[in-house]
């Protein structure tokens, strides 16, 4: 079985506001609020599993998310990141 090349979430999150570490998309939260927003919601949630969706959530936001589905983590996650910004 080949591995896949493909970046994980918060790799690609990181890379695409560029951030030099994934630590730094957190210091993103609260500087470039709608960017990482708008970039949230160019992705297409059933390209990652509900589990990466889950952790880049709590790695994010520092809360659990007791949602299943790809799409509901990632619509809770703009949601939490909206607030973030008011």
């Known amino acids: 079985m080949e591995k896949e090349n493909k970046l994980?979430?918060?790799?690609?999150?990181?890379?695409?506001?560029?951030?030099?570490?994934?630590?730094?998309?957190?210091?993103?939260?609260?500087?470039?609020?709608?960017?990482?927003?708008?970039l949230l919601e160019s992705y297409e949630s059933n390209t990652y599993s509900a589990e990466v969706w889950r952790d880049a959530f709590i790695y994010l936001t520092g809360k659990d998310c007791p949602l299943s589905s790809p799409e509901e983590i990632r619509h809770l996650l703009i949601q939490r990141l909206e607030a973030c910004s008011l």
């Open 8 to 38: 994980g979430l918060l790799e690609s999150l990181a890379a695409n506001m560029n951030c030099m570490y994934i630590s730094d998309l957190n210091k993103m939260i609260y500087t470039q609020t709608q960017k990482l927003i708008h």
